[in-house]
């Protein structure tokens, strides 16, 4: 057996499936009399090896792992401290890139179909006011088009040209 680096349910175990031994024991409680279970220190853990229960190559593994770490390396902490916010993708086109005119908070999901703002749904009218929805394809066409007309004109390539402003007036 050998003694093992990480833990059960750890991730930085390798991918082999192994069985954990030693990982905890029972102390009995002087004052309660009863028995509480304790952790060993992780140097008393042992583990055998069992590559028959493998699931996924080692080279697939050892290449999610550096992608993983690779992600870790540049996310940026979420407001909890988190980096697990920083790595999600948008399901939409211009998730987390709208903002309310109101009070400046984000745009998310009302409905199925509709965009609105977070804070009015979720704070209330004493955070935001701004009750209105708008269809999720209509801001994104109208944008895409936007971006169309104003980018591909070669007159507009000027270095003075201001940077782009759209307001969508509901």
């Not at 220190?41 to 770490?69: F, G, H, M, N, T």
């Not at 104003?150 to 940077?163: C, G, K, M, Q, T």
């Amino acid at each position: 057996m050998a003694i093992a680096s990480g833990g059960p349910g750890s991730s930085t175990t390798s991918s082999v499936s192994a069985p954990w031994f030693g990982t905890g024991r029972d102390v009995k409680d002087p004052d309660a009399g009863k028995r509480r279970s304790r952790l060993n220190p992780k140097d008393e853990w042992a583990v055998k090896a069992v590559p028959e229960w493998r699931i996924v190559d080692q080279d697939l593994w050892d290449a999610v792992r550096s992608r993983q770490a690779a992600l870790d390396a540049r996310a940026t902490p979420a407001c909890d401290g988190s980096t697990f916010q920083s790595k999600q993708r948008g399901k939409h086109l211009f998730s987390k890139l709208l903002t309310c005119d109101a009070c400046g908070g984000g745009f998310s999901m009302v409905s199925e179909t509709h965009l609105g703002c977070s804070n009015a749904r979720n704070k209330g009218d004493a955070v935001c006011t701004n009750r209105r929805a708008v269809k999720r394809e209509f801001v994104e066409a109208t944008v895409l088009d936007a971006l169309r007309e104003r980018l591909i004109a070669p007159e507009l390539y000027d270095s003075n040209y201001p940077p782009l402003a759209l307001r969508v007036d509901l």
